[in-house]
Structure formats: C-alpha cells, structure tokens
C-alpha cells in the first residue's frame, strides 16, 4: 500500500475517521489502518462512492449502509466450537479450577458476534450441569450482528466443529438452517457495547474475547488487556484466540495457566 492509500496522508480518509468517531463512538484509528483501510475501500467503491466523506455523509441516512460498514468493520465470521481442544480445555480444566469453593460463576464473552461463543460456553456449561447457575452476558458492537445472535438460527457449516451428540442435542433443523435450543437462548443476555469506548463490569470468573484482538493496533490491544485484567476477579481466568498469545502477560496482572487461558493472579 502506498504512502497516498494510509489515513495519515489521506485527508479524506482522515476526516472519515474523525467523522465516525464523533457520531458513533468507533475509533477506527485504534485498528490496523491498512487492513482497516483496504476492507472499507472496497465496500465504498462496491456501493459506488468516489470519497470516504460522501461515504459517510449516505451512511448517516441509509442504516442498511450503515449496517454494511459495521459487517464490513467488525468482520463477523465466527463458529461453534472453534478450536474444539480449547473447549474441552475450558470444560475439563478451567471450569473446574473457576468452581472450586463457587457456586455460581459471572462469565462474559466479550465481542460476540453473532453468538456463536457465548452460546458455545452455554452448551459446556449445561454438560457439566451448571448451566442454572451462570450469569453469561455478551457484548458486541454490531446491532447487525446482535439480532442474529438473539435469533439464534445459523447454516450448517457453522456447526462443523460441534461435537455430533451436542449437536443433536442442541440444534433442530428449521427450513435451511439450525435453531438453537431456547434454553440457551435464555441463558445469554447480549447487549451492544464499544470495547475501546466503554466501561466494564468487574468480577468476572471468565472473560471470552477470541479472534478480535488481531484487527486492532497494539497500543488497543495494550488497553484492552489492561481493562479485561482489571474486570476479572482474583482467580479469574481470560480466554484468548489461537492467534492472540500474550507475550508479557505479567504487566497485566495475568499468569499463562493453559495455552490461550491467562488467570488473573491473586
């Protein structure tokens, strides 16, 4: 990408980035900007807008535009069970060490898409008979994405990683798609939230926010691990993406305890 195509030398994408921000909240400079850039770029053109500015200007009135951008932003593409040794991790190991002198645990999964991890630890917490037991909130910043993760009905290739008795036990087909057991529908309460923007809950047992980290910059990523360390309770255990290792987990307070889990130490 050229010097021409970043935002520090584009004032036309520059003032699209502040304009998002005063409207919205979305700080598009806490993300990778050429990434950043390269995917709203060819929305924009898709859509066919010569400039950022007049973009945004047809964005404020068309909310259908506005949705698109906020798919585009938050690249909402997630599954059940992702990295399936990670939950038996959490089921086998994490869950257990959370429980112990507990009975009920207060868990987030934080930048939740359109639901598909948080209805994921639901399914894990009711093999292990604790699901009546949970608090599990999760968050996301896409309205879009939110309505889908209520609705609870997904393609089939979102299910490929579920384990085939959970799945029987979970999912009914409906036309061409799988709804999800109301049950678990019950379980979680989704509500929209800016990650950069807003405060946090504290005394979480559990924090979930898996595959989002690696669109932001790093000094994001700084604030973010210092703001899910300091939400956890003593003990409490952060769960990461397969591509998000923490290499000094130490200056948040966290110690690695499994592959992808950092706790929380006392």
Request: charged fraction near 30%; aromatic fraction near 12%; include cysteine.
């Amino acid at each position: 990408m050229t010097d021409m195509e970043l935002g520090q030398t584009d004032p036309d994408y520059t003032a699209f980035i502040r304009k998002i921000k005063d409207s919205t909240g979305i700080d598009l400079a806490q993300y990778k900007e050429a990434q950043m850039k390269r995917r709203l770029t060819t929305l924009r053109n898709k859509n066919g807008f010569p400039s950022f500015v007049s973009f945004y200007d047809a964005m404020m009135k068309e909310k259908p535009l506005f949705y698109e951008f906020l798919d585009r932003m938050t690249i909402n593409v997630s599954e059940f069970w992702r990295n399936p040794n990670r939950w038996e991790v959490l089921r086998d190991t994490i869950l257990p060490q959370l429980l112990v002198g507990k009975q009920k645990l207060k868990l987030w999964s934080a930048a939740c898409s359109t639901g598909e991890e948080p209805y994921s630890l639901a399914m894990v917490l009711d093999g292990k008979g604790i699901l009546g037991n949970c608090s599990i909130t999760a968050s996301d910043i896409d309205d879009g994405a939110l309505a889908k993760a209520k609705e609870g009905k997904y393609l089939e290739r979102s299910l490929k990683d579920v384990p085939e008795q959970v799945a029987s036990k979970y999912f009914k087909p409906d036309g061409a798609m799988y709804r999800i057991d109301d049950r678990l529908k019950q379980a979680v309460k989704f509500q929209k939230q800016n990650l950069l923007l807003d405060r946090f809950e504290d005394g979480y047992d559990l924090i979930i926010c898996r595959n989002v980290m690696i669109y932001f910059t790093e000094e994001a990523k700084h604030t973010l691990y210092q703001k899910f360390a300091a939400s956890l309770r003593p003990g409490g255990v952060l769960f990461v993406g397969s591509t998000e290792q923490i290499f000094s987990p130490n200056q948040y307070g966290l110690e690695s305890t499994e592959t992808f889990f950092y706790r929380k130490k006392a």
